[in-house]
């Protein structure tokens, strides 16, 4: 099912929750949607699911206007999609009632082998006689998503849904929900403040902050081409510096970096980790901006190490592999030389 | 002191004899109790609900209204259900004063504030999640209120007792538009009352103990609906 | 739009069929006289007649005693309905009852001067008496009852304990005030010793009991209480304490056949004598004069 908001606009008690937001999904997409606590990512889930209506927009349920729907046509629509929020409430039963309960509402009665099935699929098996209300956060997770999907929706809203449960059992339900899309075919939408969560699962990524959207694409690019200064700060990047642009420079605390474009005034530019080289003599002049560097000091992890670096007034942050730390003898107080093309500079409105 | 002691041993004999009047006067007290608090929860558990799920302006100020006749006079609820049944009044000509039936309307009208209110306590008492949560399952309207309400039927059986306590023991309505006719609409309040008005000392204390004890039993059972939350 | 009235309608009618519960008849006596003559099984009849009487001739039992003969002959159900006069008049005057039984000659003659009875028949009488504690300590024991009041109001410290419910004793208290050439509304607010019990016949001696007072009552209902109360006949006898009872069929009458049925079973010759023998096997002495046909 294809989702679509149009200018949506939401408030509560006059303080504005959602402002001129517009969205799509497509029809078997997986979207994370992410953004701070209390920027209106769970509102937005629920206008559109039609449990909440906007105060004005339109809300697109494959191609049909649904804002204003009421009464029955707002319940079947509705049937077509499944959410599962933040702290699932379990009803009070058992895990099989509760999985039962959506085709119940609809008038459907499950045979005892769809209810093994699905049972099965989310790692639940034997456990359908439990009282729901005694599960782990993590278990009570696992039937909610249970409970939605069983019920076949072509649109899945998931609000959070790895916020209750602990560390250790977050990587199963996050390969759970990403099987269970690819295998259905549904089309998601998940509200997520875990950007491990949108990097793994998802195929487009929309940013959320304090109402408005910040930017909406496929995953890759808003991660790696961030539109605006909260997007980048937000997903947590590092190296964002304050400048003052002159013509192809840009200029901050002592340093003149060549950038790739022409620009003016001031703003922000991000110099991504990994683009930079370390190297113990300067290099050659075919990379553009080379400048002598303190360290101050690394993290190692056994991955990668991060050099945290010190150049003209600035912190730098510089990603290099185990090998090269050792390989170059990198270590405190290092005087070295750090490179970067001009190109690899981003400029950030 | 001995005369009321011997009235005491007259009342219990009369009580485990099995006297036909005390009998008579108990079965139909009971089935009147029971018929209103019935009628009150089918008219008014959907509306509790209504109300609860709604949301417009003045809905505060109509839930505190709600709350205030918890404890209507109930020579009040009785004297406008007189009003309305007596044949000069609107629905005069279903004859439907001085019968049970009669008896049945005004309690009902008694207990309504009582049903409605606990009613609506009993649905804000549970997650308030859980709305959502059946309503994104893709339940209907009516049914996301069967469902709050089995998830709050300790308290809604509570409601019910409540209002079944209310009215087994009220005495105003009952006599107001039953009129304690011997037979037909004597109830146990509206027999008690006669009979301490006329000095029968043994037969009043018969039915007030019968009375006590039912009083005692939906207190009892109020409490262990509360005990057992879900 | 229509299954909005499905679940409406589906509880009315539940409400028709339950509230028809509780509606079977019982034993219809539950007052001390035994059921004389003979034992009748209760039956559901489909005809009702409302009768409307006052408290002090219904705590007397006479009707619980008469009840069942007159549902039987007639096959009808009586409903007793007991209140004070003026209460009882008002149902009458709604039209909620279809006979009254009161005892306010005054009264029933405006009642059916203003058009809402049809005729009055005293079927019954008996004596208005003034009782109190046994050592009568205002001294009027046996004296002209206005007398008797007028002496209680200069006196002013025995209690005097009255009806206060604009009942059929209480009109004939308050008759005996102006026999008195007393105002009653003097006397009502000349002290504490005036209590207005503002309850039937029983209440008020009950509290005439307690505070040692004097109070009118019927000869009937008096000699029903006696054994629990301390309280003599001070004053037992005068014209002016002749009370009255009259059977009133109501012009509009649900029933004005079977109110009619009910004037002629009082006045018959066979519960004449029924009403002229009542109570004197248990209390020794007539509790009623029948007086169908005469002029009171």
Known sequence: MRLELRNVYRAFGGKRVLSDVSLTVEQGDFCALIGPTGCGKTTLLRISDLLDTPDSGRVLLDGVDCAGCRGRGRTMIRRRASMVMQRPFMLSGTVEKNIRFGPGVRGKRLTGDEVAEVLAATGLTGMEGRNARTLSGGEMQKVAIARAVVTKPELLFLDEPFNSVDQGAKPELRTLVGRLHREMGMTVLMATHDLADALALSNRTAVLSDGRLMQAGETGPVFGNPANLFVASFIGMKNIIPVAFENQEAVAGELNIHIAEKAEGNGFIHIPPEVITISLERPDSSQRNAFNALITHIEETPMYDTVHLRTGGLALQAVVTPQSTGHLGLQRNSRVWISFKATSVRILA | MDKLAEAFVIALRLIFTGDPVVMEITLRTLTVSASSTVIACLIFIPLGCVLHFARFPGRGFLIGTIQAFYSMPTVFAGLLIFLLLSRTGPLGELRLLFTTRAIVIAQVFLVAPVILGLIISALKGVDGQAADTVRALGASPMQTAGVLLFEARFAVLSAFLMGFGRVISEVGAAMMVGGNIAGRTRTLTTAISLGIGRGEVAESIALGIILMTLALLVSFMVHLSGLRKA | ?296
């Open chain 3, 1 to 296: 739009m229509l299954s909005w009235f499905r679940y409406p309608s589906l509880v009315i009618c539940l409400a028709l069929l339950f509230s028809g519960c509780g509606e079977q008849p019982g034993p219809a006596v539950s007052d001390p006289a035994p059921v004389e003559p003979g034992v009748y099984p209760p039956r559901e009849r489909a005809e009702r007649l409302l009768i409307a009487t006052t408290t002090s001739l219904y705590d007397t039992g006479l009707w619980a005693y008469m009840e069942p003969m007159f549902e039987e002959m007639y096959s009808v159900e009586l409903d007793i309905l007991y209140a004070g006069t003026g209460k009882a008049m008002e149902w009458g005057m709604r039209g909620d009852v279809d006979v009254i039984v009161v005892h306010d000659r005054a009264r029933e003659e405006a009642f059916i001067a203003d058009g809402y009875g049809i005729s009055r028949t005293p079927f019954a009488y008996n004596f208005f008496v003034i009782v109190g504690p046994p050592a009568d300590p205002a001294g009027i024991r046996d004296i002209e009852p206005q007398l008797a009041f007028t002496v209680l109001y200069e006196n002013a410290t025995v209690p005097f304990i009255s009806r206060g419910d604009e009942s059929g004793t209480h009109a004939q208290e308050k008759r005996l005030w102006g026999a008195a050439c007393l105002d009653y509304d003097t006397v009502r607010a000349s002290g504490a010793w005036y209590v207005e019990a503002a309850a039937g016949m029983g209440p008020t001696l009950n509290m005439a009991n307690e505070m040692g007072g004097y109070a009118l009552a019927d000869i009937a209902t008096f000699l029903a209480y006696q054994g629990d109360v301390d309280l003599e006949i001070i004053i037992g006898s005068g014209d002016a304490m002749r009370n009255v009872y009259a059977v009133i069929p109501l012009s509009n009458a649900r029933n004005p056949e079977m109110a009619g049925n009910m004037v002629n079973f009082l006045t018959s010759s066979e519960v004449q004598e029924l009403i002229g023998a009542y109570g004197v096997v248990e209390w020794g002495r007539q509790l009623f004069t029948p007086c169908a046909g005469q002029e009171l």
